[in-house]
């Protein structure tokens, strides 16, 4: 078990190498280093938000943690307990601690189930046998996510897409999990609809003590829910810290550009906002710059990032980034950094 | 007469589960040089809009009725051979996701050649340099070289700025994009925003940008129209629509998206509900299921659909509260709501 | 590319390869696993009449008594360098490809395979021709006007052209269209003029078996074109082309059918080679000597070399016709060439 302070999930140098083939043989010329040694920590009863653009490893660093994927490298710990190289079959009694939460609300769904067999069926597959019975069981979950558990005998496509989200929730919930992994859990909605499924995730951690890792793109999203946010560039962790210090003093020039991009909705700062602009796309992740992944796009790129990659260190307190030219640091850091 | 007017434009679609009102009576007017952001949700009719003012709906089931007037010519009871001969000409449109959107079994530089010649006699050898022209003003590197690329091998931002190479390839005067940056990350999205704000400018067309991201029409957009089951609920300059909002419903967007640049607030203000279907659509106002003063109607909220009113000085609401009534609750209630900490 | 190219006609050997091993099977390997002596093994060869002597020396030598990875060296070595058989008077020399060779008429087989290939072959275009223009056709301007009177129509005679078998439709023709009708316009079975002596008489030979043939494919391919058609047409790039300002005809023509065409090639490059591996049926009905009507033949009179051979040809036209349609796959599908 853990306690306070030791992590609810720990990923260590984790790797994840997907093999490129070419040639007559299909012989190995490469890899696509989706997730390439990226390291944190979730503690019990917080959300870490990790966001980052198309290429950047996030979705895959989601699928190792729940091992839907087998990791190349590194280890996942979940209280404590390597689950790395963990057997399906004793990996199954860890599967109602840690759940997964989809981004498609329309294909995560067997259309031709019930929403009470939907929701129930971890009941069944667990084997789990509820003091009044699975249906109870099902329709106070139903009603927990504000569904109504009336509904219990229709199918999905009976639901809107807000609700269908509310459904994929409802069946992460039901065997009460420690944590839940939410890939783009609102992306696919509407604006009105992702701010009720926002609500609604806040409102189940509060009510039922979860933990979260909630993966996105939309950094809005990400600062609203995150108490901790990760940044991933390439197959890598690029910052880490808390929100409000990731928000208001990135130090990674990534970071700040992500940040720098996001349309503001005040027509008034339309043209007087300091923006950076980076060039180009992201470079594709078969053949990642070497060294600093960033140093293509990167205005502060010197010599150094060329040829050397800079390590994750926390330069100001639970606040770490990989860079070699890290802006808004603290003094002290600063010249220890230069020393 | 302004370069681009729709009067009462209608599109509505027979179906075997009921006429689908997709667009129900939308005025609004454009001029060369400026940009109007329309804002909806799914289902809210803003893309029917744009393929209609295309005449893309024309000759299949829809049945449309009403005016749209570009520079002067009618288009609605136009002949489909002579809107034909305007589309990729006066008026071009970018879509959302520019891979399904490119032939893929065609080069970049054939479709934009294809576009270019549909509309120019020239010979291909012309069209071509043409082609290298346009992919180059779009910020291509190396475009002599990229013409002769398939879609499926540029990346989605080259993507969509070949899109819009090809949309600009005839120098339209009207110029729709709808969700151009729907599909791209944000650092190409801001990219893509920033080049057809300079493109606009350069060749100073009227430009329409559809989407759903409050944030993206604020960047680009002087006038700005809401959409909500096919009709205009609210209608105005930008800073009308972001610092004076009247309409329960735009204040709802607002107040469902969390900002970077503002405190976070600790909760975000959803619409309860979901968008309508076009095939049901509420009586009387159609969002009023959904609406939170809907007792404060007179009991008019189901039975009567509010008309579109000037509030002040172009700035038009479709709402049954009086207009002090709004005020009052957008000054006191929601927008100290929408900016506290 | 020159990868693709490579890597398919290495396929293709490899097909060819398993192709012969599974004839061997089918008639050496399978008989004597089944308890076949070569006694009875080789007066399956040499004719049922033969005594018990006379089939224990033809089974020396034909060589039924050696081992079978021995047997089927010499299988393969007999369609490489050719064989000679010994059937006791003398020996019969059967030049290469030996596909086998028949003691009943005292043929080695390929030739008259050879003989009867141009008949079949000349069913098989003709049949073609008019099935991809009618089908496609069809197909196309069905799903251009779906849920027409015309679509409904044509859809309702595609449905009987899958359904009804050949033997009927064949009969069913020559009844109406031959035999002395007042409508009669076509031949009556039975005859063959080859295209060089006269291509009139060769094409007023082959109508009515070209169209009863065709009917079966084109009602297939008109189901198959009206699918794709029906499927592109709601592309994106569809929409594309028609926001260009393009004519409909060329959006039709240049970008939906193009499209829509390539799946449908697949299925033709098979048809095409399975048919001019003989068409059994059509050849049946119509009393044609092509090479189907030499298999039913060679079944009837249990010639078992003569089977044989035709086996071996009509597979290798399929494994060949694939190999085509593969590589044109790729001269079509951009796409493709990366793979």
Request: overall charge neutral.
């Amino acid at each position: 078990m853990t306690t306070p302070n030791e992590p609810l999930l720990s990923v260590q140098d984790l790797q994840k190498y997907f093999p490129v083939t070419k040639g007559l043989l299909k012989r190995q010329v490469g890899a696509v280093k989706a997730v390439d040694g990226i390291s944190f920590d979730v503690f019990k009863g917080e959300t870490l938000g990790v966001v980052g653009e198309s290429g950047c490893g996030k979705s895959t660093m989601g699928r190792l943690v729940t091992r839907l994927l087998e990791p190349t490298g590194g280890k996942v710990l979940f209280e404590g307990q390597d689950i790395t190289h963990m057997s399906q079959g004793r990996l199954r009694p860890l599967r109602r601690d840690m759940q997964m939460i989809f981004q498609d609300p329309f294909s995560s769904l067997n259309p031709r189930h019930t929403v009470g067999a939907i929701v129930g069926a971890p009941f069944r597959i667990q084997g789990i046998k509820t003091e009044h019975g699975t249906k109870k069981a099902v329709q106070d979950i139903l009603e927990l996510v504000g569904l109504n558990p009336e509904h219990y005998n229709r199918y999905p496509h009976e639901f809107s897409g807000g609700q269908r989200q509310r459904i994929g929730i409802a069946r992460t919930l039901a065997l009460k999990p420690k944590m839940i992994i939410a890939d783009e859990p609102v992306s696919a909605l509407d604006v009105s609809i992702q701010a009720q499924v926002v609500n609604l995730l806040e409102d189940l951690q509060n009510e039922l003590d979860l933990t979260y890792v909630v993966i996105a793109h939309d950094l809005s999203v990400v600062r609203h829910i995150s108490d901790r946010v990760a940044v991933m560039y390439l197959g890598k962790l690029v910052e880490l810290a808390d929100r409000k210090d990731l928000y208001e003093s990135p130090m990674h020039p990534y970071t700040n550009a992500l940040m720098s991009a996001v349309p503001i909705p005040d027509p008034a700062r339309r043209n007087d906002r300091e923006r950076i602009r980076l060039q180009g796309d992201v470079p594709s992740p078969l053949s990642p710059p070497p060294a600093c992944r960033f140093h293509t796009r990167c205005w502060k790129a010197q010599a150094i990032c060329k040829v050397e990659e800079p390590p994750l260190v926390e330069l100001a307190t639970r606040h770490q980034v990989a860079c070699h030219f890290p802006e808004n640091v603290p003094q002290e850091a600063a010249e220890a950094v230069s020393a | 007469m302004s370069f681009l007017e729709l009067k009462d434009l209608k599109i509505h679609f027979p179906t075997d589960d009921g006429l689908v009102k997709s667009v129900d009576g939308l005025t609004f007017s454009l001029e060369r040089g400026s940009t109007l952001g329309i804002v909806g949700e799914s289902g809210s009719g803003k893309s029917v809009t744009s393929l209609g003012i295309l005449g893309l709906h024309k000759g299949g089931h829809a049945r449309i009725s009403g005016e749209i007037w570009l520079d002067g010519e009618e288009l609605v009871s136009a002949s489909q051979e002579h809107v034909r001969g305007l589309r990729g000409k006066k008026m071009a449109m970018i879509f959302q996701d520019p891979l399904s959107a490119m032939h893929p079994y065609y080069t970049v530089g054939d479709q934009i050649v294809e576009a270019y010649r549909i509309h120019h006699s020239v010979s291909k050898k012309v069209a071509r340099k043409h082609a290298i022209d346009m992919l180059g003003r779009v910020g291509i590197p190396e475009p002599g070289r990229r013409v002769d690329a398939y879609p499926h091998e540029f990346s989605g931002g080259m993507r969509q700025r070949a899109m819009i190479a090809m949309a600009l390839s005839c120098d339209p005067e009207l110029l729709i994009a709808d969700e151009p940056t729907t599909a791209l990350d944000v650092t190409v999205q801001a990219q893509i925003l920033d080049l057809m704000r300079d493109l606009q400018r350069e060749f100073n067309s009227a430009l329409i940008i559809i989407t759903h991201d409050l944030g993206v029409v604020a960047e680009l957009s002087d006038d700005i129209l809401v959409m909500y089951g096919g009709k205009c609920i609210e209608y105005g300059a930008a800073e009308d629509i972001f610092y004076r909002p009247e309409h329960p419903y735009t204040w709802g967007l607002l107040g469902s998206m969390p900002r970077l640049d503002r405190e976070r607030t600790e909760r975000l203000m959803p619409i309860k509900g979901s968008p309508p279907s076009l095939i049901n659509i509420p009586p009387g106002c159609a969002f009023h299921p959904r609406c939170p003063y809907s007792d404060r109607t007179q009991g008019k909220a189901d039975t009567e659909v509010p008309a579109l009113l000037e509030t002040e000085g172009g700035h038009l609401v479709r709402c049954h509260m009086p207009r002090e009534e709004r005020r009052s609750l957008w000054e006191n209630e929601i927008k100290p709501m929408l900016e506290t900490t | 590319m020159v990868t693709y190219i490579i890597r398919r006609l290495i396929g293709a050997v490899i097909m060819l390869l398993i192709v012969s091993m599974a004839t061997f099977a089918i008639f050496f390997l399978v008989p004597q696993l089944a308890g076949a002596t070569p006694e009875g093994m080789a007066s399956r060869y040499v004719g049922r009449t033969a005594t018990a002597e006379t089939a224990k020396l033809a089974a020396e030598r034909l060589g039924f008594n050696d081992p079978l990875v021995v047997q089927y060296g010499r299988f393969v070595k007999g369609i490489v360098a050719g064989a000679e058989y010994d059937y006791g008077p003398g020996v019969e020399e059967c030049p290469a490809p030996c596909l086998g060779y028949s003691f009943i008429t005292r043929q080695p087989v390929f030739p008259d395979l050879m003989n009867r290939l141009p008949i079949t072959l000349s069913l098989a275009i003709g049949a073609a021709v008019i099935w991809v223009i009618m089908g496609v056709g069809i197909g196309v301007l069905s799903a251009l006007r779906r849920g027409s009177v015309f679509d409904r129509a044509a859809m309702t005679v595609a449905l009987a052209g899958v359904s009804l078998p050949i033997f009927f439709t064949g009969l069913v023709s020559l009844l109406v269209f031959s035999y002395g009708n007042p409508f009669s316009f076509a031949a009556q079975g039975g005859h063959y003029t080859t295209f060089l002596d006269s291509p009139s008489q060769w094409a007023y030979n082959l109508l009515l078996p070209w169209i009863t043939l065709a009917f079966l494919f084109a009602a297939t391919y008109a189901r198959l074109t009206r699918a794709g058609m029906l499927e592109t047409m709601n592309e994106d790039y569809i929409r594309t082309a028609r926001a260009k300002g393009l004519r409909e005809s060329t959006v039709v023509t240049k970008h939906g059918l193009r499209a829509a065409l390539t799946p449908i090639l697949t299925v033709f490059g098979l048809d095409f080679g399975l048919l001019i591996g003989g068409a059994v049926l059509t050849e049946s009905a119509y009393s044609l000597p092509g090479l189907g009507k030499y298999a039913i033949d060679a079944i009837v009179n249990q010639d078992l070399p003569k089977v044989m051979g035709v086996t071996l040809l009509a597979a290798l036209f399929v494994v060949v016709a694939s190999l085509i349609v593969d590589l044109l796959y790729a001269v079509v599908d951009p796409r493709v060439r990366l793979a």
